[in-house]
């Protein structure tokens, strides 16, 4: 069964950092795509950076790309989000996901319950 546990969410001020951590099981890097997504209430969910199963590439939104990084740890069975020089805009619930390899393309199939970034400005 795959599940994940999120944490390191919080509430900090335009400029700061914040990482995200993601403990998760039931699967291995080697056959699932990793990520972080987020969503704001009344709009679409937006993924944020993923990392490809095949070749450990991995891409970031244009919105957070300079200021986001992803992390992976397939040893310790965790990834992070190392999140620098938050702005308001980036406020939201931030999910981690996995899914079978697809190079980040398809749609994640399982999902971690949340954590809560607020950036005040």
């Known amino acids: 069964e795959v599940q994940f546990v999120e944490s390191g969410g919080g509430l900090v001020q335009a400029g700061e950092s914040l990482t995200l951590s993601c403990a998760y099981s039931g699967f291995t890097l080697d056959d699932y795509d990793i990520g972080w997504f987020r969503q704001v209430p009344g709009k679409e969910r937006e993924a944020v950076s993923c990392v490809s199963a095949c070749d450990y590439s991995v891409v970031y939104a244009y919105s957070v790309k300079g200021r986001f990084t992803i992390r992976d740890d397939d040893r310790e069975k965790m990834v992070h989000l190392q999140m620098n020089n938050l702005q308001p805009e980036d406020t939201a619930v931030y999910y981690c996901?996995?899914?079978?390899?697809?190079?980040?393309?398809?749609?994640?199939?399982?999902w971690g319950q949340g954590t809560q970034v607020t950036v005040s400005s």
């Open positions: 996901a996995a899914g079978p390899y697809s190079d980040c393309q398809n749609e994640f199939t399982s």
